[in-house]
């Protein structure tokens, strides 16, 4: 597995390199001339802000709105009423994309860090409160049962049933809502943003530096994919230390 990625990376580059050949610099820079803009980048220390800058918004909106969006899907998974009240909202303003509320957060939350937060929140809300919901209502209604009937009382039940057979769903949510969060904060350090990936990568434009855009746009990737591979370890722990117990 480990050769076969490699051999693609190798192809990807490979491809890239040739096109860029044919290419003008301006419309599509080569690999090479995507090192030397990150190394200029590097140089000043800018392109580390920017990294750091970026990633702390990511993390801090992510986080709150997972601590947000869990317990709610969770009690709406587990009341009916509840369920019945705000189905219809959640599918309803779900399918209104981040990026559209990026002029009224900055006109509720000011143009600081706040707004930017709040966005990734909201990016981050409505993917982990589906998956959770989703979770809950996956269970078998034997198992809440066979709790109940043994004398559990419904908080027995949500912590010892319902949040451990949903954690695949949260995390698998939670997941998913960090590609949308980057995609958040991007658009968000476009509009209003001194600082960050999505402000450097709207910047280069204004000097014709496609390289600078090439980097800002490998290391989101790069970003992303470190994120999602310590978490997705971080869920096999929690998962494995749950079977065993439960064992």
Do not use: C
């Not at 995390?171 to 968000?188: E, P, Y």
């Amino acid at each position: 597995m480990i050769n076969s990625g490699i051999l693609a990376w190798i192809l990807v580059f490979a491809i890239w390199s040739i096109a860029a050949s044919l290419s003008d610099p301006q419309f599509l820079p080569s690999p090479l001339a995507v090192w030397k803009g990150a190394v200029d980048l590097s140089q000043d220390g800018s392109l580390f802000l920017y990294i750091w800058v970026s990633l702390v918004r990511v993390i801090s909106g992510w986080t709150l709105g997972n601590l947000v969006a869990i317990p709610t899907g969770l009690l709406i998974g587990r009341i009916p009423i509840l369920r019945a009240l705000f189905d219809p909202i959640i599918n309803f303003v779900r399918f209104i994309p981040p990026l559209a509320f990026i002029t009224l957060f900055m006109l509720w939350f000011g143009i600081g860090e706040q707004s930017k937060i709040f966005l990734i929140m909201y990016a981050t809300f409505f993917i982990v409160t589906i998956n959770t919901l989703t979770g809950v209502q996956a269970i078998e209604e034997d198992k809440i049962r066979s709790a109940r009937s043994m004398g559990a009382s419904e908080w027995q039940i949500m912590f010892h049933v319902i949040i451990p057979a949903s954690l695949p769903y949260i995390f698998t949510g939670a997941r998913l809502a960090m590609g949308s969060s980057f995609m958040a904060i991007i658009g968000a350090e476009m509009v209003a943003a001194n600082e960050g990936i999505g402000y450097m990568i709207w910047n280069s434009r204004l000097y014709f530096k496609t390289d600078w855009i090439f980097v800002g746009l490998v290391i989101l990737g790069l970003m992303g994919f470190t994120m999602d591979r310590i978490f997705n370890q971080f869920g096999k722990v929690i998962l494995k230390r749950y079977n065993v117990v439960r064992n």
